[in-house]
């Protein structure tokens, strides 16, 4: 796997910018609250250091002393002023990708604790197999509200990725989520990311734009779909909560 990522050019972003209003933490970030006694972000630092990948850009915004002062050397800080969104703070997080590095991994700093090296390892592998633009992870769970859905056309490729608030009902009883891990081309991104509109509910720009500026543009886009895997974003403290539970179920 370390030969693979080296001579592919294999990079991460972590993005770990965000507010976090409904944790109501004022001077900490989220991905540095604990979750089974480690910060979030270490967790999911440590992930990525077992797959070998050496550089890792991580996007810091709010409260991002709590975060750069838990990671202290072995990554690259790209500070997000304004968090205009995802889709925005990987444009940030370019802007520090050496240029040797080809292909990005992009995943967020809290929920992906709860991946696996086995699993990451095989979304990597698909994307290089597949020579996709965007591979993305995809999680089928029985109760996904909240959610982005996966849509997909009659043959079974990714055409959209719709939150639940715009969902149809039909759309609604799509079981399989999108947990926001993704593996890109750096070229794609380049060429995409200044194609991202604002959303006109909240003026950011989400990574999520990006699937469906793929689809419309024939880009290839491929997925690597998991059918049971115990998986828990953490935006409140109750879902911190949950997350506890859930990880204590489970060995990573």
């Given at each position: 796997m370390k030969k693979i990522i080296k001579e592919k050019g294999l990079g991460a972003i972590i993005l770990a910018a965000g507010k976090g209003k409904r944790m109501n933490s004022k001077k900490i970030n989220k991905v540095a609250l604990n979750l089974a006694n480690k910060p979030m972000i270490l967790r999911t630092l440590q992930l990525l250091q077992a797959l070998y990948i050496e550089t890792i850009i991580v996007v810091v915004g709010f409260a991002k002393d709590s975060v750069i002062k838990l990671l202290d050397g072995g990554v690259i800080f790209a500070h997000q002023k304004k968090r205009l969104g995802t889709a925005h703070a990987v444009s940030v997080a370019l802007k520090k990708l050496p240029k040797n590095i080809e292909h990005v991994l992009v995943l967020n700093g809290d929920d992906?604790?709860?991946?696996?090296?086995?699993?990451?390892?095989?979304?990597i592998e698909w994307?290089?197999?597949?020579?996709?633009?965007?591979?993305?992870?995809?999680?089928?769970?029985?109760?996904?509200?909240?959610?982005?859905?996966?849509?997909?056309?009659?043959?079974?490729?990714?055409?959209?990725?719709?939150?639940?608030?715009?969902?149809?009902?039909?759309?609604?009883?799509?079981?399989?989520?999108?947990?926001?891990?993704?593996?890109?081309?750096?070229?794609?991104?380049?060429?995409?990311?200044?194609?991202?509109?604002?959303?006109?509910?909240?003026?950011?720009?989400?990574?999520?734009?990006?699937i469906d500026l793929g689809a419309i543009n024939n880009a290839k886009i491929e997925s690597h779909r998991i059918n049971k895997l115990l998986w828990r974003g953490v935006n409140t403290r109750d879902e911190l909560k949950e997350a506890e539970r859930l990880f204590a179920r489970i060995k990573i």
């Open positions: 992906s604790a709860f991946y696996n090296k086995q699993t990451i390892k095989k979304l994307h290089f197999e597949s020579n996709s633009d965007l591979t993305l992870l995809t999680i089928e769970k029985e109760d996904p509200s909240g959610l982005g859905r996966i849509v997909r056309n009659k043959t079974g490729k990714i055409v959209s990725i719709i939150e639940e608030k715009d969902a149809s009902l039909k759309e609604k009883k799509i079981k399989e989520i999108n947990p926001a891990c993704y593996c890109f081309k750096v070229s794609f991104l380049r060429k995409f990311l200044k194609k991202v509109g604002k959303s006109p509910a909240t003026g950011e720009y989400y990574l999520t734009s990006l």
